[in-house]
Nanobody, 128 residues
Framework: QVQLVESGGGSVQGGGSLRLSCVVS????????MGWFRQAPGKEREGLAR???????DYADSVKGRFTNSIDNVKNILYLQMNSLKPEDTAMYYC??????????????????????WGQGTQVTVSS
């Protein structure tokens, strides 16, 4: 049974940094597409970043240059390093995974339901 558990969220002042982690267990496929999404109250869920087993990455314009998506294939942990945080980054953050190849997909066009597995989320709050 595949499980994803996010951690690393919290409260930070604007301009600060956080690193989110997503521990993946029970995933036995060699290929993967993994992504990060967020949803703020009253707003639609937004795709932020994705990475696949070929190393291809893509970022939403809203986080490009500030967020970095990486994966530790030995520990099966997906990371999202978030720098220069802004109050508008305040949201619940989710990681997601599936076995399809997504190297040609733009994260901005992807939804959480494109993935077969996702976590419960971790809250990020950025104060001004």
């Amino acid at each position: 049974q595949v499980q994803l558990v996010e951690s690393g969220g919290g409260s930070v002042q604007g301009g600060g940094s956080l690193r989110l982690s997503c521990v993946v267990s029970g995933y036995t496929y060699r290929s993967y597409c993994m992504g990060w999404f967020r949803q703020a109250p009253g707003k639609e869920r937004e795709g932020l970043a994705r990475i696949d087993s070929d190393g291809s990455t893509d970022y939403a314009d809203s986080v490009k240059g500030r967020f970095t998506n990486s994966i530790d294939n030995v520990k099966n942990i997906l990371y999202l390093q978030m720098n220069s945080l802004k109050p508008e980054d305040t949201a619940m953050y989710y990681c997601a995974a599936d076995r399809f190849y997504c190297g040609t997909w733009a994260i901005a066009t992807m939804t959480l339901s494109d993935f077969g597995y996702w976590g419960q989320g971790t809250q990020v709050t950025v104060s001004s």
